[in-house]
């Protein structure tokens, strides 16, 4: 079945930029639980050496990291130094806020656990419902990163709520604590990797695991033997997170390693020769699909109906880590190999071929309209039977975008 949604000139949100996170890599991970793991022992530090008191320390923590999120939104890319601080005082101001709910507002950890999974959810729901992604490898508006950084913090804040709950519950030990939520990041990692996990829900759910984790490292190493930590203190133990981060984000800056640069597509063949000067420049995708005789038929239809170019996109379908791209194209080469000739001949001209690096489909398809001219596009979509958590309503996202489309679901 085919349809076709005409509308006006694509609509773009917010102020452009390069994108503003780090890639997914170990580095993150590492540095993110060391933020958390300093979140937890510098709220300590702050409340109790220094004598601020919860609320004080609470407004202090807040107006820096105001002033740091300032800086992060004032640069157009992803710069690590800012990026990192804004993450170690949002994961100081997340811990505070629960901390405040339950010492000096009497909320239980039960209710703080709910609120804070509910309105996690939602910020969730409205990023999504404006944006039509969760993907981080987009947060390329002033608008997308304002919904990702509202979304860390509530992490942060869930994170501290729910250890919390489970450490008071189940009054377990704290490297305990650390083997249970590092245990569940390692069975989210499976799920994804062996089970076809989306990518973006395993990467948020991991987000939200590594708060309590790094606070059971934290309370582990700063906490006195006495009540089962190993007594170094909220002092030592922060400054030696911090030296550790401060390592680490110099090596990235240095080496730009997490720098998750414009994506990459490799062409396959040349392009067309002569095509005429009213000819629709047309980009054809197939959404984890080969092309099937329904995509087929799309192409040879529009061929019919006057001049077109086609360029034809594959997203790369290798499972990737964490929605991450992947060098390995090798099962988008071969899809590309067996359905170009079918296309070519529908078309009745050569096609422009490409495999993007990324295995996000509305990823793939913003960032050639990006890189290109293009008036129309066709879509190829997996039968109903194949849904994609988050990924599941392409055609709903793509005209979004503004572009005459037409959808095909994938045939046999």
């Given at each position: 079945m085919t349809d076709t949604a005409l509308t006006g000139t694509r609509r773009l949100t917010g102020r452009q930029m390069l994108n503003k996170v780090p890639e997914i890599t170990l580095f993150f991970w590492v540095v993110k639980v060391l933020c958390t793991t300093v979140g937890e022992?510098?709220?300590?530090?702050?409340?109790?050496?220094?004598?601020?008191?919860?609320?004080?320390?609470?407004?202090?923590?807040?107006?820096?990291?105001?002033?740091?999120?300032?800086?992060?939104?004032?640069?157009?890319?992803?710069?690590?130094?800012?990026?990192?601080?804004?993450?170690v005082l949002i994961s100081v101001v997340g811990t505070l806020i629960t901390d405040n709910l339950t010492d000096n507002f009497g909320v239980s950890l039960v209710v703080s656990t709910v609120v804070f999974a509910l309105v996690l959810a939602a910020t969730f729901a409205i990023w999504f419902a404006s944006e039509r992604t969760l993907s981080i490898h987009t947060i390329v508006t002033s608008r997308r990163e304002g919904f990702y950084w509202l979304a860390v913090l509530f992490t942060f804040?869930?994170?501290?709520?729910?250890?919390?709950?489970?450490?008071?519950?189940?009054?377990?030990?704290?490297?305990?604590s650390a083997l249970i939520f590092g245990g569940l990041i390692a069975i989210v990692y499976a799920a994804h990797r062996r089970f076809a996990m989306n990518a973006i829900l395993a990467f948020w759910i991991a987000y939200v695991l590594t708060r309590p984790l790094g606070a059971s490292i934290g309370d582990f190493l700063s906490q006195p033997r006495d009540d089962g930590g190993l007594g170094l203190g909220t002092t030592v133990t922060s400054v030696i997170f911090l030296a550790i981060i401060l390592a680490v984000v110099a090596l990235l800056t240095a080496t730009k390693l997490d720098r998750i640069e414009n994506r990459l597509v490799t062409e396959h063949v040349a392009r067309p020769g002569a095509i005429p000067g009213d000819a629709r420049r047309i980009l054809v995708v197939t959404d984890k699909t080969t092309a099937t005789p329904a995509l087929v038929d799309a192409v040879r239809k529009r061929a019919n109906e006057g001049p077109a170019e086609f360029v034809f996109l594959i997203p790369n379908p290798t499972e990737t880590a964490?929605?991450?791209?992947?060098a390995d194209l090798t099962q988008a080469e071969h899809l590309l190999s067996a359905a170009l000739p079918a296309l070519q001949q529908a078309a009745g001209t050569e096609i422009e071929a490409r495999v993007a690096t990324s295995p996000n489909t509305y990823d793939d398809i913003t960032a050639e309209l990006d890189s290109?001219?293009?008036?129309?596009?066709?879509?190829?979509?997996?039968?109903?039977?194949?849904?994609?958590?988050?990924?599941?309503?392409?055609?709903?996202?793509?005209?979004?975008?503004?572009?005459?489309?037409?959808?095909?679901?994938?045939?046999?």
């Open positions: 022992t510098a709220a300590d530090y702050l409340n109790d050496h220094l004598g601020l008191g919860l609320t004080n320390t609470t407004w202090v923590m807040a107006g820096l990291l105001v002033l740091v999120l300032v800086a992060q939104f004032a640069y157009t890319r992803y710069a690590p130094g800012v990026y990192w601080l804004a993450v804040a869930l994170g501290t709520a729910a250890g919390d709950l489970v450490a008071e519950r189940l009054s377990i030990g704290y490297w305990q964490f929605d991450r791209g992947s290109g001219s293009y008036h129309e596009l066709i879509i190829e979509t997996p039968p109903p039977h194949l849904p994609h958590w988050l990924h599941a309503d392409l055609r709903a996202r793509v005209e979004h975008l503004g572009y005459p489309l037409t959808t095909v679901t994938a045939s046999h």
